[in-house]
């Protein structure tokens, strides 16, 4: 079965890094896109971005271009997502989900991660 | 950007049906993609492209899509702890001037 595997809870202070990894099994890798979404306490999803697992592409939202890096190992069917020079309102849990396309402009996420929870705080 | 608006909350008695809309600016003309979330759990797709169910999904979930509402429609809400149909709904659309997918802010559903 499609799972979505990523890593642990983190607690950052303000400034630094962090790197959340969404490891995949049960689908073939390549044929699908991996898109990141954070959810504040209370609100909708946010998009962040989204990473070709064919060919490493990636689309960053404009919000957070020049922030956020989205790669891949396709060795290890893992995607990874990191953010920089963290803010306290990047404070959110991060999910990765599987971008299941149809044709242009047609995506829906049919299997999501758990979630990773960041805490940014001094 | 495209913008979303949904309810904060809809309210149901058990049994009966449940309407949530998602309102847009001729939505009519996109793929509406509905999701659940339940308290500290990831969302799961509950209709895609509309009227869509992925497999797994009850039939009692049904979506629609006219001129500048979307609706998700459950019938035959249910109130179990765990299988039961209380949660956060979010639409989801793609926004073809930005090229991206835009979330609603989710509706929260509650089973009285």
């Known amino acids: 079965q499609v799972q979505l595997v990523q890593s642990g809870a983190e607690v950052k202070k303000p400034g630094a890094s962090v790197k959340v990894s969404c490891k995949t099994s049960g689908y073939i890798f390549n044929n699908y896109g991996i898109t990141w979404v954070r959810q504040a306490p209370g609100q909708g999803p946010e998009w962040m971005g989204w990473i070709s697992a064919y060919n490493g592409n990636t689309k960053y939202s404009e919000k957070l271009q020049g922030r956020v890096y989205m790669t891949r190992d396709t060795s290890t069917t893992t995607a990874y997502m990191e953010l920089r020079s963290l803010k306290s309102d990047d404070s959110a849990v991060y999910y990765c989900?599987?971008?299941?396309?149809?044709?242009?402009?047609?995506?829906?996420?049919?299997?999501w991660g758990q979630g990773t929870r960041v805490t940014v705080s001094s | 950007s495209y913008v979303l608006t949904q309810p904060p909350s809809v309210s149901v008695a058990p049994g009966e049906t449940a309407r949530i809309p998602c309102g847009g600016d001729n939505i009519v003309s996109k793929n509406v993609n509905w999701y659940q979330q339940k308290p500290g759990q990831a969302p799961i797709l509950v209709i895609y492209h509309d009227n869509n169910r992925p497999s797994g999904i009850p039939e009692r979930f049904s979506g629609s899509n006219s001129g500048n509402t979307a609706t998700l429609t459950i019938s035959r809400v249910e109130a179990m702890v765990e299988a039961g149909d209380e949660a956060d709904y979010f639409c989801?659309?793609?926004?073809?001037?930005?090229?991206?997918?835009?979330f609603g802010g989710g509706t929260k559903l509650t089973v009285l």
């Open positions: 989801q659309v793609w926004d073809s001037r930005g090229d991206h997918p835009v």
């Open positions: 989900a599987r971008d299941n396309i149809a044709a242009a402009g047609t995506d829906y996420f049919d299997y």
